[in-house]
């Protein structure tokens, strides 16, 4: 048997269920590892202890029909869980302890598996790098130095090092699949509606998804079958019938029709990505799918449609933090000078930035120039994609425009840092599934993601051709432990 | 409308028209809050009726309530309104300390009920009051200032209680025509069950926009908005103040600033709020948490189907079937507990004597204690008891009110007080000529003035007769007897 921490979800809960792991020695494993990996700022809050007592009585009387029993995973600190602090990443919510839980971790639980602690992410998941969390960067895995990407950086990290068997992200603008290329790792970005919202600090609320965040394709459909359900408490949840998506993965696809969007061929994109794209192209082929050149037309203005819808609801999100009910407060003489020095010391450089950008833009006088106008831009995004789902069954896409950057080297170029963003926001503002499977490296052996994305609901088709790519491009995480300490 | 109702604001030989136009906030009666499970009854201990998403916590999603959105409907249907098939809820985007979200959600661009009407019966006549819309919104917590010297306290009691803003068009024009709106709102908004209009609660608030004009001019002037007025009496007098505050400026040559007012109660006027130039900018978006309320026509028929008669209907039906006056009518359907209570009694005893009883003894013993009908010292079922009586001349009228004085204490039953008494009317016509013999025997000469053509002594005889069967004599037997005697 290989060493704990490297194991799949699959063959953890093989091994549970074979009764050849228990889940104390697998706890206990991911924790040693853990304290061994400061270095990497994954954790911002860690649960170990309240784990292994978990672990321990889960052992004493296991339920082997749970979904994931016994499992530890750490979660991304956006996720509020009861009596755990949550942060969301920033100095506002530092002290922040919910007494209730998010229905998407609470789906984790209900299956068997046991809080490892909380991971880092960008402050309330405005970042493409992990740079923003007022708990300090993320180190990718990869190598030193390099960013894990945002927002969820903490998870892609956690997972890549192998600190966690999966862990759950979520995704405003692509938030689980860019972190996900960037680690060599797997993110699935499910359909608006699947995740239910309850207790997840909000971001951008129509846009905002939860998602898995996986070592491989199949734990990936395990995850998702988990923590996708219908909830009362999300008005936007969707009642709909969910797969068996574990159950029902196949590497048959063929005869499945993929589009290939010419849209998403950009200015200044590196060769590798091309190159990239070229090969998933043929794998695809390889596996029988037939390949469809299709048009978006409206791609072009996903970016800045994004960057004020998103602001837009930031900034009305945001205003519950004031400093008055719980969370930080900076004491003033009277109730504006109370909000002022609150969220100005309260909030990060990046937040209030969006802030300011959404505040302007739903001010009267601008509102009918930015906040409608995007609001139309964005139906004609979602237009694209059902005129283009009428003629093929999914789409083929790389999922960043680049590798993996060094830290520090866009923190002063938000532009060039919202690029980041540019293939996996048009997929939030359609409110479609997409995921990003490792496919490849660049010169420095970084790794890249491909990105499919699917039509509402057909989470099983997109896992399928993943599956089905994953097999052929057979890729392979060059990871050296460098962080390691004893 | 006659011209001697006209509301008119005279100044040296000009005559200022005064237009107002109200912003209603009605809460809406529910066992539970807008878009929350928390309950919303009146005086519970301070910040206990808060749930996680009240208190607006992280994570936290509002949940649409669907009984308030089919309470909004009915009220809706009774204000003769369009029902918008899709609304939208919107955010107002403001930062108050009572307001944890930081945003109210509210409707601003669809709201969930359109254009309407409501009849007022205004002495001079009917008069029609347009309304513009009807939306849904929460209400804000309470900050509380006097408490602790150095920090605000803050109940979130009332945070994300269901509102009804009702906004009426610019179609009043006096403070009576404010008193008989407001009344009348109220009114079919208890028919309908949809809002107690408790003002003293706070279920029934206003926003009073008033401007005036040179009588004749078809152009609207400058309008205040002075906000949160809670009761009728100080609407009243916040649009005379105000009124006379814009015509005074107008009078000076100066221009009215289109701001919004706080009326001081104490002092008797209006003061600024804020201007136009500094009102806050809400920042209204449709809230992203919330579906667009799709409403079906199923609903709407369902919920038409259980609308009960309103005040105009009623009132209509009184006229026709119980043949009342209008004003007599308008009265007993301005209250949906009076009306029952006159439906009540009725249903065992003649109509006009009931209209009579309660509109004027029960009204005036009511008023007395300063008591609602709902809790009358006399029940629908005694009262149409003691009508029984005089309607089959058991006891005269006269008898009936001592009978009636006695029956306030303890809701007691006439028939038992009218045996117990003796009260019950002499109607045996040989017991009354015996007492005519006698009155006709003692006063042998004025029977001969009587006789001799002085015809007012009639009177005197009825009297006389009367006193002499202690009040009980039937008056119409004792006429009838005398005159048989006298003039045989």
């Known amino acids: ?486 | 409308m006659s011209k001697k109702s006209e509301y008119i604001i005279e100044r040296e030989n000009k005559q200022y028209e005064v237009i107002i136009g109200l912003e209603v906030h009605a809460q809406v009666t529910s066992e539970s809050k807008l878009f929350s499970q928390s309950s919303t009854k009146f005086g519970a201990e301070p910040n206990t009726q808060v749930s996680l998403v009240d208190a607006a916590f992280p994570g936290m999603l509002p949940v649409i309530n669907e009984f308030c959105v089919e309470q909004a409907i009915k009220t809706g249907i009774g204000l003769k309104a369009k029902i918008n098939k899709k609304s939208v809820f919107d955010r107002k985007n403001y930062f108050y300390a009572d307001l944890p979200q930081g945003y109210q959600i509210s409707q601003y661009k669809y709201p969930i009920v359109g254009e309407g009407k409501v009849i007022l019966d205004m002495p001079s006549g009917q008069k029609e009051i347009g309304i513009e819309r009807l939306h849904l919104e929460q209400d804000a917590g309470k900050s509380i200032h006097d408490i602790d010297p150095n920090n605000t306290l803050v109940d979130l009691n009332r945070s994300g209680v269901a509102l009804m803003e009702i906004v009426s068009k610019p179609d009043l024009r006096s403070p009576d025509e404010v008193n008989v709106y407001i009344k009348k709102l109220r009114s079919i908004m208890r028919y309908l069950g949809t809002c107690d209009g408790n003002m003293q609660e706070g279920s029934l608030r206003a926003d009073v926009n008033v401007s005036v004009r040179l009588k004749g001019e078809t152009e609207f002037g400058t309008r205040c908005e002075i906000k949160n007025v809670n009761s009728i009496k100080f609407m009243q007098m916040a649009i005379i103040s105000e009124a006379n505050r814009q015509i005074d400026l107008l009078e000076e040559g100066k221009e009215i600033d289109q701001e919004t007012r706080l009326f001081d109660t104490k002092r008797n006027e209006t003061r600024s709020m804020r201007s136009k130039e500094d009102a806050h900018d809400y920042r209204y978006f449709p809230d992203p948490d919330l579906l667009p309320l799709e409403i079906s026509q199923d609903l709407i028929e369902k919920i038409k189907s259980d609308i009960p008669e309103l005040p105009d209907e009623k009132k209509k039906r009184f006229i026709d079937k119980f043949n009342l006056s209008p004003y007599e009518a308008t009265i007993l359907v301005s209250d949906i507990e009076t009306s029952n209570f006159f439906e009540e009694v009725i249903k065992n005893s003649d109509v006009k004597l009931a209209t009579n009883w309660i509109t004027g003894e029960l009204f005036a013993v009511l008023n007395e204690k300063n008591l609602e009908i709902s809790q009358s010292p006399v029940s629908a079922k005694n009262l149409s008891k003691l009508i029984n009586l005089i309607k089959d001349g058991t006891i005269s009228g006269k008898i009936a009110k001592t009978v009636f004085e006695q029956m306030i204490d303890g809701d007691q039953d006439p028939l038992i007080i009218v045996k117990e008494k003796g009260l019950k009317q002499e109607s045996d016509p040989k017991a009354i000529e015996v007492l005519i013999n006698k009155v006709i025997e003692n006063n042998s000469d004025k029977v001969a003035e009587y006789k001799s053509g002085k015809d007012k002594l009639f009177g005197f005889f009825v009297g006389q007769a009367m006193k002499e069967s202690k009040g009980k004599g039937n008056p119409q037997l004792i006429n009838k007897i005398l005159k048989e005697k006298l003039n045989g």
């Open chain 1, 1 to 486: 048997m290989s060493d704990i921490t490297s194991q799949s979800l699959f063959e953890l809960t093989s091994n549970i269920k074979e009764k050849k792991l228990s889940s104390e020695e697998i706890t206990k494993a991911f924790i040693n590892r853990a304290e061994k990996s400061k270095k990497l700022n994954v954790y911002v809050t860690e649960n170990f202890e309240k784990a292994i007592d978990q672990s321990k009585k889960f052992d004493s009387n296991p339920n082997l029909d749970f979904k994931l029993p016994g499992i530890p995973i750490a979660v991304k600190d956006l996720f509020c869980t009861n009596g755990v602090r949550t942060t969301a990443g920033s100095k506002i919510l530092n002290n922040f302890v919910p007494t209730y839980e998010s229905t998407v971790t609470q789906n984790l639980w209900s299956q068997g598996a046991i809080l490892l602690g909380k991971l880092n992410c960008d402050e309330f998941a405005m970042g493409s790098s992990n740079e923003t969390s007022f708990f300090g960067n993320v180190q990718n895995p990869v190598r030193e130095n390099l960013v894990p990407g945002g927002s969820s950086g903490g998870s892609s990290a956690a997972v890549a090092a192998n600190l966690t068997p999966v862990t759950i992200g979520t995704d405003t603008g692509g938030s689980i699949r860019q972190p996900a290329s960037f680690t060599g790792t797997v993110g699935l970005k499910p359909t608006y509606g699947s995740c239910s919202r309850y207790g997840i600090v909000a971001f951008a609320s129509s846009l905002d998804q939860a998602g898995p965040m996986t070592k491989n394709v199949k734990d990936c459909s395990m995850l998702l079958e988990v923590i996708s359900s219908f909830d009362r408490k999300d008005s936007t949840s969707i009642d709909y019938k969910r797969n068996n998506y574990s159950k029902e993965l196949s590497k048959d696809i063929k005869g499945k029709k993929i589009g290939i969007p010419k849209e998403y061929r950009v200015d200044n994109m590196p060769i590798e990505i091309e190159q990239l794209w070229k090969n998933g192209i043929a794998y695809a082929k390889d596996c029988g799918a037939e390949i469809i050149d299709i048009s978006l037309p409206h791609t072009n203005y996903a970016l800045p449609t994004y960057y004020i819808v998103a602001p837009a609801e930031a900034s009305s999100n945001l205003a519950r933090y004031d400093g008055v009910k719980y969370g930080f407060r900076s004491p003033g003489q009277n109730l504006i000078e109370m909000y002022e020095k609150t969220r100005s010391e309260g909030f990060g450089d990046e937040v209030k930035r969006r802030i300011m950008i959404g505040t302007y833009v739903l001010s009267s006088g601008y509102y009918d120039a930015y906040y409608l106008k995007a609001q139309k831009v964005r139906q004609l995004i979602k237009k694209d994609f059902d005129d283009a789902f009428s003629k093929v069954d999914a789409i083929l896409t790389p999922s960043t425009p680049s590798s993996a950057f060094k830290i520090g080297e866009k923190t002063n170029d938000p532009v060039s840092m919202y690029l980041n963003d540019i293939f996996t926001v048009p997929i939030n503002l359609a409110g479609l599934p997409g995921i990003s499977i490792p496919a490849g490296k660049d010169k420095n052996n970084y790794p890249l993601g491909l990105q499919v994305i699917g039509k509402p609901f057909d989470e099983q088709n997109i896992l399928n051709i993943s599956y089905a790519l994953e097999d052929k491009i057979n890729f392979k995480n060059d990871i050296s432990d460098w962080w390691l300490s004893e």
